[in-house]
Nanobody, 117 residues
Framework: QVQLVESGGGLVQPGGSLRLSCAASRSIFSIYFMGWYRQVLGKQRELVATITTSGSTNYADSVKGRFTISRDAAKSTVYLQMNSLKPEDTAVYYC???????????WGQGTQVTVSS
């Protein structure tokens, strides 16, 4: 079992920045892909960013150039640095840990990000 705990959400004005953190209960980055997803009420959860076991990153087109995913293996923590935030970035952000084979994935409880003036 892996527990994921997100933090860092909140209310920010358009153009502002936030950094989300996701702390894993144990060291998993060598075998789990890590990712950030977001969901708006009434809509499907969507991919924001992922980082593989080798450190390769991938971003949704809507956040490229503004968001950065990173990880600190010593702290078993993955981060999402969000800059130039827009109102359409408002959502609940979830951390995900995915092991490909056999397939197992875990989710955090989510953290609310609200971008509004």
């Amino acid at each position: 079992q892996v527990q994921l705990v997100e933090s860092g959400g909140g209310l920010v004005q358009p153009g502002g920045s936030l950094r989300l953190s996701c702390a894993a209960s144990r060291s998993i980055f060598s075998i789990y892909f890590m990712g950030w997803y977001r969901q708006v009420l009434g809509k499907q959860r969507e991919l924001v960013a992922t980082i593989t076991t080798s450190g390769s990153t991938n971003y949704a087109d809507s956040v490229k150039g503004r968001f950065t995913i990173s990880r600190d293996a010593a702290k078993s923590t993955v981060y999402l640095q969000m800059n130039s935030l827009k109102p359409e970035d408002t959502a609940v952000y979830y951390c995900n840990a995915l092991r490909v084979a056999p397939r197992v994935d875990y989710w955090g409880q989510g953290t609310q990000v609200t971008v509004s003036s």
